[in-house]
């Protein structure tokens, strides 16, 4: 199993739609992160948490909320879908330290209709 | 977090080393240069890290120059598995926020 899972794979949703992507970790990391990719724009955060109780705000976080519900759970939100935000999701986790670097998820691909 | 400068593509011939620079003039004492990769539309993959001594792992070596200001990463061997976006990062290690910026990195293509 992956270390970073990330569900579903791809999405396709409508307009106005609610829709919930999740991630769970078996790394043992306090931190998780959730970015998004739009192609010529790289990678921008759009949440973080440190731990349970420690949930910040990234560069692009209108739009979006999160919920980590475990150390181990970290879910997206997307409260009413519009096609801008139609993009690849990514999930990553780190330790305490961000030493050793960030271990990503494979993403999940949403398209907004 | 200090800038990064990366060629947008390059080229090589598989099973020769593939020579990637980075130039990061404005890095800081306390800065680390971290590589990353992300092979088509995966998640970015963590690659090496290094202060100012050249490291080493089983994926590829770290040249960081004496003045810090540039490095290299080094695929000894590249494969065909190895085409993918490079990308050169700099940061300092346990700060508050873990804020990693990527770049647009450099598309390498390994050709057989």
């Known amino acids: 199993d992956a270390d970073v899972t990330q569900t579903p794979r791809n999405r396709i949703t409508k307009t106005g739609k609610r829709i919930m992507l999740e991630c769970s970790q078996t790394?043992?990391?306090?931190?998780m992160y959730w970015y998004r990719q739009d192609p010529g724009l790289g990678l921008r955060l759009i949440y973080y948490?440190?731990?349970?109780?420690?949930?910040n705000k990234g560069e692009i976080s209108d739009g979006y909320s999160v919920s980590r519900q475990a150390q181990a759970k970290f879910s997206l939100s997307l409260e009413s879908a519009i096609p801008n935000q139609t993009a690849l999701y990514f999930c990553?986790?780190?330790?305490?330290?961000?030493?050793?670097?960030?271990?990503f998820g494979s993403g999940t691909r949403l398209t907004v209709v | 977090d200090a800038k990064t400068t990366q060629p947008p593509s390059m080229d090589c011939a598989e099973g020769r080393a593939a020579n990637l620079p980075c130039n990061h003039s404005?890095?800081?004492?306390?800065?680390?240069v971290y590589w990353y990769r992300q092979i088509h539309s995966q998640g970015p993959q963590y690659i090496i890290h290094?202060?100012?001594n050249n490291e080493t792992n089983e994926m590829a070596s770290l040249i960081i120059t004496e003045d810090r200001k540039s490095s290299t990463l080094i695929l000894p061997h590249a494969t065909l598995r190895d085409t993918a976006v490079y990308y050169c990062?700099?940061?300092?290690?346990?700060?508050?926020?873990?804020?990693?910026?990527f770049g647009t990195g450099t598309r390498l293509l390994v050709s057989p």
């Open positions: 290094g202060l100012k």
């Open positions: 404005t890095i800081s004492g306390n800065e680390y």
């Open positions: 990553a986790t780190s330790d305490r330290q961000g030493n050793y670097g960030y271990t």
């Open positions: 990062i700099v940061r300092g290690l346990n700060t508050g926020f873990q804020k990693l910026v």
């Open positions: 948490s440190f731990d349970v109780k420690d949930i």
């Open positions: 790394k043992g990391h306090d931190r």
